[in-house]
């Protein structure tokens, strides 16, 4: 069974700063992994996909990396601004068959002070 | 449309009775899911349809679930006999098996 965990659960940083949020998961068979933001009661906004065959993806000042022989993949986030506040999701898709339904971490919620 | 659409976007219903809740998903995309997120909790997968059919509905947490899709593209979900623990936000997403997009969510409060 494919899990998903997300470290840390939430940070909080100056404006200005990079940071990174970790993602891993449990089993490396995945086709494609992808990062959302979720802001309060809203829903989920495609940041980033990731294929499986795939070493890392950027979009403006954010980047996001996989290593899937270890599991994990990390968002850089360059020059934090308070408009980045929000939670974070990593999910992956699992491969093979019929079953390409998304497993999601937890999160992390992030808060950027001005 | 330009993207998924979920309807409605609040919902407050008294326990017992039953709701539908509508999912519009981006023309073209073939699959469509169905996810649960209680309040501080994950996403909870409840049903994946490929087309009309929905080859994984494992996350179903109980019978009074259910949920079809038509013509490959509407979906909707029933909750018969809503419960208090049925209270939660339920999101739609739709891909081509590559990229997902989510919809707005339906917030679901059963009092």
């Known amino acids: 069974k494919q899990e998903v965990t997300q470290i840390p659960a939430a940070l909080s940083v100056p404006e200005g700063e990079n940071l990174v949020l970790n993602c891993s998961f449990t089993?490396?068979?995945?086709?494609?992994l992808q990062w959302f933001r979720q802001d309060p009661g809203k829903g989920l906004t495609s940041l980033l996909l990731?294929?499986?065959?795939?070493r890392e993806q950027t979009s403006g000042r954010l980047n996001a990396s996989l290593d899937k022989s270890s599991g994990r993949s990390t968002l850089y986030i360059a020059a934090s601004q308070p408009g980045d506040s929000a939670t974070y999701l990593c999910?992956?898709?699992?491969?093979?068959?019929?079953?390409?339904?998304?497993?999601f971490g937890k999160g992390t919620l992030l808060t950027v002070n001005p | 449309g330009a993207g998924v659409s979920q309807s409605p976007s609040n919902k407050v219903t008294e326990k017992g009775k039953d709701v539908e809740l509508r999912c519009d998903p981006i023309?073209?995309?073939?699959?469509l899911y169905w996810y649960r997120q209680s309040l501080g909790q994950g996403l909870e997968f409840l049903i994946y349809?490929?087309?009309?059919?929905?080859?994984?509905k494992s996350g179903l947490p109980s019978d009074r679930f259910s949920a079809e899709r038509t013509g490959g593209s509407v979906s909707t979900l029933t909750i018969q006999r809503t419960q208090q623990e049925d209270s939660a936000v339920y999101l739609c997403?739709?891909?081509?098996?590559?990229?997902?997009?989510f919809g707005q969510g339906t917030r679901l409060t059963v009092v």
């Open positions: 997403a739709s891909s081509r098996n590559t990229e997902a997009f």
């Open positions: 999910a992956v898709r699992v491969s093979g068959g019929s079953n390409y339904k998304l497993t």
């Open positions: 023309s073209g995309h073939t699959a």
């Open positions: 089993d490396s068979a995945i086709y494609n």
């Open positions: 990731i294929q499986s065959s795939q």
């Open positions: 349809f490929q087309g009309n059919s929905a080859p994984d």
